[in-house]
């Protein structure tokens, strides 16, 4: 089993719309993890760390649902910005290798 | 915050040719480093994991014979593709971690491009 699995969408919405996607997890173990954003041809960049008592950054909400083992991200009043590829990954402490789910693509519109 | 500086940033390079890219770390140390490869609609396929002062280990279905990773200094990575074939073409990313607060930070990217 993968350790992280995503929708890899695309999801469309409209410009002003609240989404949100999961990612599912295989290790029971996993503490935090890390939600990405990867925009086109470009490196994953960090959005936020996601704990046991969730996070939340303006318009991002992210939180871990250890009982079902998945976490998610909420982006509220999307905006076209916000069109990327959206990636999860456990942090494994850095020093062990991490593998990261296929993200999901979202697509904002006009 | 936490800096991986990755070059070049692209490079079109003549088949059989080798090519070698460098990862540093540019304000803190990293003794282990992450290498990806991520093809067009594709997700990131880690490489190898390159430890400072030690070989590096590399993923099932990786020839470390052609893809050879050097970390000779807790700052510096480099990942040299050896006799690079079209199908090698790719985008080639390297990441560490500065604390488990950063999270895992990527270098920039290499998009290359085997003709």
């Known amino acids: 089993r993968k350790e992280v699995e995503q929708d890899p969408g695309p999801f469309n919405v409209p410009e002003g719309a609240t989404v949100a996607f999961n990612c599912t997890y295989s290790?029971?173990?996993?503490?935090?993890f890390f939600w990405y954003r990867q925009d086109c041809r470009k490196e994953p960049k960090l959005l936020m760390s996601v704990y046991s008592s969730g996070n939340e950054d303006g318009r991002f909400t992210a939180q871990l649902n250890r009982a079902s083992q998945y976490i998610s991200l909420l982006i509220r009043d999307s905006k076209l910005s916000d069109s990327a590829t959206y990636l999860c990954a456990p942090n494994s402490g850095g020093y062990q290798k991490v593998t990261f789910g296929t993200g999901t693509k979202l697509q904002v519109i006009p | 915050g936490a800096v991986v500086s990755q070059h070049p940033s692209w490079v079109i390079c003549k088949s059989g040719t080798s090519v070698k890219i460098e990862c540093r770390s540019l304000?803190?140390?990293?003794?282990?480093m992450f290498w990806y490869r991520q093809f067009p609609k594709q997700s990131l396929m880690l490489m190898a994991t390159s430890n400072e002062g030690s070989k590096a280990t590399y993923e099932q279905g990786v020839e470390k014979d052609k893809f050879l990773i050097n970390h000779a200094s807790l700052t510096l990575s480099t990942l040299t593709v050896t006799s690079a074939h079209p199908e090698d073409s790719s985008f080639y990313i390297c990441?560490?971690?500065?604390?488990?607060?950063?999270?895992?930070?990527f270098g920039s990217g290499t998009r290359l491009t085997v003709v």
């Open positions: 990441s560490a971690i500065a604390g488990t607060a950063y999270g895992y930070t």
């Open positions: 304000d803190f140390q990293a003794t282990t």
């Open positions: 290790n029971s173990a996993s503490q935090s």
